[in-house]
């Protein structure tokens, strides 16, 4: 890897971590615990798109990591890493299967996906199934999140891509 690559996968990894706190700042969209935007994950879909799965993977778990040792607590790095390794894997294989193309797909995909892990994740430390039933406001949130996201995602890519690419 290149330096100028390095870099640009440290600053995007920073930007990451910057958007996940001043995210963490606002006051909640809906009076639904756990929704959130999940706007870091702009960074991880230009990653994908712009470079390649490892280096996004590598940019997310840098994130998920910092976030969680600077902001968070033991907890809420097991809920973010499981939601976002489940969302990693289907947002990268989405990316794969249409060449980079739908980042509002991609993104929208993503966004269940978390929300899934995260949800298994309380499920497995509750072992309580009634968990279960936030699952449609879960997945309604994550259609909804993830359209956004992936729409900041274009407009980010579009006007970034000459900058970033290695």
Known sequence: MNTRKLTNLALLAVLALAIYYVESLLPPVVPIPGIKLGLANIITLLVLRLYNARNAA????????????????????????????LCFIA??????????????????????????GQLLVALALTAVPGVLAYLPFLLISGIITGLFTGLCARFAGHYLKRLLMP
């Open 91 to 116: 947002m990268a294989s989405v990316c794969r299967l249409f060449h980079g193309h739908f980042p509002e797909l991609t993104s929208i995909l993503g966004g269940i996906f978390h929300n899934i």
């Open 58 to 85: 590598l940019v997310l778990l840098v994130r998920i990591l910092l976030s969680a040792l600077l902001f968070g607590q033991a907890m809420s790095l097991l809920y973010s890493l499981c939601g976002g390794l």
